[in-house]
């Protein structure tokens, strides 16, 4: 037997499934991955199964499986070990359950349907945050999420799209039939893990965020007394929320590189305020973080009557202070002092 009629032989043993587990090793896993989510899970099994009986494929065969399906890839992919390969890409682009669901004959939705639908959760994120997911999904993933989420909550995120995603997607939508359950699934899964769960850690982290804005409105006593009460009360990630503290009175825990930096861009009549009755070591710590001209001028204005100036103007004037170190410190121009005590 020639080689040439060995090499015919080898063309006609091959499979429907066996060629399109070659094609899929030779785009590589990336785009082979993305492709796998739209198989049923029959055909990912026939994939599997296919994959399992291919060897080693020459150039030439592959070349002439490629032209079959009329597509054209990069030169050189050489000779494949396709089913090393395509385990590779299956396990990796599918998640333990889905692999032992292929690999036992179970359906893949089981699990889906036990949890909470997906679809009213996504509705609870902001449309800026699902589209700039999308855009790196494949047109054909877009629509189907776009039509299984509210009409108005939709539109928003189709909003977010370029122009030629947004046409794409649509005119996908407008040809959009039913997906595999097992397809649904695979989609669900990957916006449950990249979108929802991971937003549930943003946002108890905006939770902290917020608690502390609100926190440190308060002054120092008030501040010390709510956060006793907290801690009373079982609050969680309490070192979280102290790392984002600060009250004026702090400032003398500040090194003095960073109060030097935090008074750089404070006018001296808000300085002067807030300085009003404070007590010699933090008049101190802030002094001798300002240049002499203003150091001079600010002690002679609190030698000096202090006027109209009222309890309410010093405490203004003590949480712009304040303020300004939360920013600048978020700005990570310094660390503020809880921080560096857990550094």
């Known amino acids: 037997m020639t080689a040439e009629s060995s090499a015919m032989n080898q063309q006609l043993s091959l499979t429907r499934s066996q060629k399109a587990a070659a094609i899929l090793v030779a785009m590589g896993k990336p785009a082979a991955g993305?492709?796998?989510?739209?198989?049923?899970?029959e055909e990912l099994r026939a994939l599997m199964g296919g994959a399992r009986l291919l060897r080693t494929i020459p150039q030439a065969e592959l070349e002439r499986v490629v032209a079959e399906f009329e597509a054209e890839f990069a030169e050189g992919a050489g000779l494949?070990?396709?089913?090393?390969?395509?385990?590779?890409?299956?396990?990796?682009?599918l998640t333990p359950e889905e692999m032992t669901a292929l690999m036992n004959d179970e359906p893949t939705v089981a699990a889906a349907e036990e949890a909470i639908p997906v679809w009213p959760q996504?509705?609870?994120?902001?449309?800026e945050r699902v589209g700039a997911f999308l855009e790196s999904e494949h047109p054909q993933v877009a629509a189907f999420v776009l039509s299984n989420l509210a009409s108005s909550f939709a539109a928003q995120v189709l909003l977010?799209?370029?122009?030629?995603?947004?046409?794409?997607?649509?005119?996908r939508m407008l040809a959009?039939?039913?997906?595999?359950?097992?397809?649904?699934?695979i989609i669900e899964n990957e916006l449950r893990s990249k979108l929802i769960e991971?937003?549930?850690?943003?946002?108890?982290?905006?939770?902290?965020?917020r608690v502390a804005s609100v926190l440190n409105e308060l002054d120092k006593s008030q501040l010390d007394e709510v956060m006793e009460d907290l801690e009373q009360a079982?609050?969680?990630?309490?070192e979280a929320i102290r790392a984002q503290l600060f009250a004026f009175e702090d400032v003398v825990l500040l090194d003095q590189k960073a109060r030097v930096t935090l008074f750089d861009g404070i006018a001296a009549d808000v300085v002067t305020l807030a300085l009003r009755n404070a007590d010699g070591a933090l008049t101190e710590a802030i002094l001798s973080a300002l240049g002499v001209r203003a150091r001079r001028m600010i002690e002679s204005e609190l030698k000096s009557d202090p006027g109209n100036a009222s309890a309410a103007d010093v405490a203004r004037a003590r949480k712009t202070i304040a303020s300004t170190a939360i920013r600048l410190a978020s700005q990570g121009l310094f660390a503020l002092p809880q921080v560096q005590a857990a550094a």
């Open 234 to 238: 079982g609050g969680t990630n309490l």
């Open 80 to 93: 494949l070990d396709s089913a090393d390969t395509m385990d590779t890409i299956f396990s990796e682009t």
């Open 198 to 209: 991971d937003n549930s850690a943003k946002a108890s982290s905006g939770g902290q965020v």
């Open 160 to 171: 977010t799209l370029s122009k030629p995603q947004r046409g794409e997607i649509v005119k």
């Open 176 to 185: 959009l039939n039913p997906a595999a359950p097992e397809a649904a699934a």
């Open 122 to 127: 996504l509705e609870q994120l902001e449309p």
């Open 34 to 41: 993305r492709l796998l989510k739209f198989f049923k899970q």
